[in-house]
């Protein structure tokens, strides 16, 4: 069951939207929401200082690019506050000094969920331009991520992009573990080439969730079109409210990496993506 949500805050749209699906499930929940922000002291310095020890923290008495991103900082924590307040959820604000995803790793250790925009905004000096973060996240998370699009929708069903892998199998048992089965309607979505072979792929799922006292219902796919395609497909026409995958391919985890799926899936998936491997 969730305890606490880890929630980056970069100040754009999608890190709004990430916050409102953190508030959404706190409510639900009863657990905390943690908002962190993160000065990258290297990046808005370099090559000035170097963002270890006390010439830092010298420098943010100093610097004037480095006393405006504190103050950036320290106003986004403020308005996370104020909204969690509003909202009657318990929360706990962070900042961090760093490489926004290596601190981003580290934070998540503490709790059980990461929530990041599907555009992250951490650099300094590029509003307009995504930065990589979610994806060096993406590469080793201690715990599953959640990838928020620009807007949040009601939806109340969650589909699951199930392959059989190690990798979807793990982020199905994760997907259990946060109870977020008990706010939405499982719908587990496999897609093969031949049918048979999907549907006994969808029932390894199926079991696993029934004797857990999941309610779900497996959809087996037959197709030779790009599954990204069908399951974002999937999500439209169950009005879902989130998508769950942990890896589609051959090779799973190289597919989870690199692969056409996953980044097919972050690039045109309006709803919020659960990503674990």
């Known amino acids: 069951m969730l305890r606490s949500m880890l929630v980056g805050l970069d100040g754009s749209a999608f890190s709004d939207a990430a916050v409102l699906l953190g508030l959404r499930w706190a409510a639900q929940t009863g657990a905390t929401l943690v908002g962190q922000t993160i000065i990258d002291a290297a990046r808005i310095t370099a090559p000035a200082i170097a963002p270890v020890g006390s010439g830092v923290y010298r420098a943010f008495r100093e610097d004037p690019k480095l006393i405006e991103a504190k103050r950036a900082a320290d106003e986004l924590l403020a308005r996370f506050t104020t909204r969690c307040e509003e909202a009657k959820v318990t929360s706990k604000p962070v900042q961090d000094i760093g490489t926004p995803a290596e601190e981003i790793l580290a934070q998540a250790q503490r709790h059980d969920l990461i929530l990041l925009g599907m555009e992250t905004h951490f650099w300094p000096g590029s509003p307009k331009e995504p930065c990589d973060t979610l994806d060096r996240v993406l590469r080793s998370p201690p715990r599953p991520v959640v990838a928020v699009p620009e807007a949040v929708g009601e ?4 589909v699951i992009g199930y392959d059989g892998s190690l990798q979807a199998a793990r982020t199905v048992a994760a997907y259990l573990a946060t109870g977020l ?6 719908v587990i979505v496999t897609v093969d080439n031949d049918f048979e072979e999907a549907s006994r792929i969808a029932d390894r799922a199926f079991v696993y969730l029934t004797q857990h006292g999941v309610s779900v219902k497996a959809r087996p796919v037959e197709t030779r079109l790009d599954p990204a395609s069908i399951l974002l497909d999937h999500t439209l026409q169950l009005k879902a409210g989130l998508l769950v995958m942990g890896a589609f391919g051959r090779s799973a985890l190289h597919e989870f990496f ?4 996953t980044r097919g899936v972050l690039r045109g998936s309006k709803v919020p993506v659960m990503l674990y491997h």
């Open 155 to 158: 939806g109340n069903t969650a």
């Open 181 to 186: 089965h008990e706010r939405y309607q499982t």
């Open 258 to 261: 690199f692969g056409s799926t």
